[in-house]
């Protein structure tokens, strides 16, 4: 959390850490170009929220994206960011209050990885003290060595130079973050990782963020609501990604979020979004007959077996209770578990794998939670309100 | 401007004594420049059909432009004499240069997945230069006899002092030829440049493969971008 | 016809008035040092400093004239034809040829001199200036806007520090080509190292030729390599690009 700090304790625009962004009847026109890149757009992204603008190639996301900071101006209807309409300020004053990142990143070759990220305090006439500051904050806050600031852009791999494009991005603490395909030209396995680098890093700094994707599935997991353009610049819908997989607008979006898009929607949800089953216990040396009582209240043919730290060893069919007391060696031992962070769609995939049988869930400190069943997955997946929908707990993830 | 106008008369009154220099000028020029090419393509071709050598053939350009040509006659002079040996070996000399390091550029930069196309295909290393790398590179290739001419249509007129034969004789022998004798010439030669720099032009315009014509080449500015920056236009 | 002036020089070389040199001056041998040492002073250094001074003179003023219209070429594309045209047509008009047509309109005078001699560095610089402002990458202008840099910031931070390196490389080939003509320029004016290499051609001196001759190849390539150092200096980022 320090990262924020220097920039803004300390700034001359002592800016919000977000701001909330809303597009107003937003229409682009193009002379010469008989159908408009944009059409009526309006939604609006509370402070703080990822918003993803995603849809097939031509349907005016990154223009859409480049009205806000006006590298392109509308030709009709607002933007507002933070209330306040963008036509009505300077460009280049707007543009160094909204971070930005592209794809090719376009880092500056001729200067080294400190230079780079201090572009914006540099412009904004930051002391040189704070701006050395803040360059390492930056660094770190991208998991990148403190030595590397003194390197040129060149000596870099992609990954590292994707980093300190978020870095320069972030540079002046922006309200607004503005990213076009920023990982679209990393390998699946760095993309991954700096997908989820990011979103660890946005649950500590909170930038309210526009992010540009073609790509549905990143933008199931990166956005917090999801703007579906189709060609001419129109929204087909705009929703949280639960909503969007459970309820497609129209056939466009049902295409466009893909035939599984259940599977889809089971990624979004963590065990700890749903109330597990409960399941009765046994301590090693428990008695036969209280075990079999146990199971018998819970109608379960099945016990867990714990052993003295509370820790589960194995299942227990209630058949191989004879009269001996309950013994680990009677147990079968647990093949595989699941935490709470576990997804839906690992589980499921657990699940099945185990012949349908629940699965164990255990805690962090690795007791028991509960079992999670086939018949629980598949009820998460309906869309209802409750504890049960992975809706209400979207906002947990992070 | 009067004298622009008496040198033009002067044109006018000698055009006899100035056509024959003239001739005598592409005489020289044409005889300098076809040295050079015998010399200077083969090993530029080779070189870039090998890939090897960049740093000679690169730098070779360098070393040539950095020879002031007054100087070089100079010291043809000092140890050959006055004469018309002493003229050629220098203007040899400076056409060396650009010829060697357009061809070995062209040839070198002719695309890698053409020539592994035709060597995938069956042709020889022969053939491949034959008829995938020269064609290809052969604009570029022009590119440099044109840079060639053009100098060396200069710098005979340069040669004048040290014995060569050309319009130059009346430039640099104002004594005899006055004012408006040696504007004439300039005149004639100015021209002369224009005009061969003009006909190599439209010449490399029309060998190009129309193939290459349809893209918008900014051809060879790899490292020949610093070495020799103004071949193309 | 030709050669009418020069014709009894190659023919009888009358040893003119070489002092009362050394017998290797006397006997005009190839090279005699002790005449470079007796005539530093004198010859071959305010020649040379008149040559480093035509040659500072043109590749600055020819700069900045490229420089600008380069700008301006880079700012309205529909520039660049004529600037090449004409940057083109001065470049190739012969220099002798060149410096002689300025003296009706300038006189026999260092101006002249100069007007030429700038004239040839244009194209050279245009066309590399140009070419190194367009090099730079989309992208690096796109997040250079996208972070608020007006466009002059843009051209000043990012776009001119980008093409140094072939905006320098320009230059060396600007200096190398200014410094062999100037020499030339001693058919206008008598200054620079063109005046000793000419006055040798006169008399036949071969070490006046050698010296004066050398004495411009070491300026050039001098000149040359400092640049090169300018260049590594200026534009360490370029070095490990490279790498």
Known sequence: MNSANTAQAEGPNAYPSAAPLEFRNVSKRYPRSDRPAIADLSFSVPAGEICVLVGPSGCGKTTAMRLVNRMTDLTSGDILLDGESVTQRKPAELRREIGYVIQQIGLFPHQTIAQNIATVPKLLGWEKDRTQRRVTELLELVSLPSEMGDRYPAELSGGQRQRVGVARALAADPPLMLMDEPFGAIDPINRERLQNEFLRLQAEIRKTVVFVTHDIDEAIKMGDRIAILREGGVLAQYATPDELLARPADDFVARFVGADRGLKRLTLSQLHDIVLLDVPTAHVGDAASDARERAAQRDADELVVLDGGEQPIGRLPVARLNGQPVSADDADPLTSTASRETSLRDALSLVVADRNRPLVVLEADGRLAGLVSLELISAALRPADGAGSPEAARGAQR | ?233 | MSGVLLAPLAAAPVIPDFGRGSTCIRDNKLFCWDWVQSNWGGTLRPALIQHIELTLIAVVVGFAISFVLALAAYRWSRLEPPVGIVAGILYTIPSLALFQLLVPVTGLSRTSAEIALVSYTILILFSNILEGLRNVPADVRDAAEGMGLTRWQTLWRVELPMALPTIVAGLRIAVVTVVSLATVAVFIVNEGLGAPIYAGLQNAFKTELIAAGALTVALALFADGALVLLQRVLTPWARTARS
């Open chain 2, 1 to 233: 401007m009067n004298d622009f106008v008496d040198g033009i008369k002067f044109i006018g009154d000698n055009s006899g004594l100035l056509w024959h220099l003239t001739i005598k000028h592409l005489e020289l020029t044409g005889a300098a420049v076809g040295i050079a090419l015998l010399i200077a393509l083969p090993i530029g071709i080779w070189l870039g059909h090998l890939h090897r050598g960049s740093f000679v053939a690169i730098s070779i350009s360098n070393v040539g432009r950095a020879l002031p040509t007054l100087a070089l006659i100079s010291f043809g002079v000092a140890i050959l004499g006055i004469g018309f040996l002493n003229s050629m070996i220098a203007l040899v000399i400076l056409a060396v240069p650009p010829v060697l390091t357009n061809a070995y550029v062209a040839v070198e930069g002719v695309d890698r997945d053409a020539v592994e196309a035709a060597e995938g295909m069956g042709m020889t290393p022969l053939e491949v230069l034959l008829r995938v790398e020269l064609p290809l590179a052969l604009p570029l290739i022009f590119a440099g006899i044109r840079i060639a001419v053009v100098f060396v249509i200069a710098t005979a007129t340069i040669a004048s002092v040290a014995g060569g034969t050309g319009l130059g004789d009346i430039i640099v022998d104002q004594a005899t030829y006055r004012l408006p004798g040696v504007i004439g010439a300039s005149i004639c030669v100015a021209v002369l440049a224009l005009l061969a720099q003009l006909l190599f032009a439209l010449l490399q315009r029309a060998i190009t493969p129309r193939g290459l014509r349809v893209q918008k080449v900014r051809p060879g500015r790899p490292e020949s971008a610093a070495a020799v920056p103004v071949i193309t236009n």
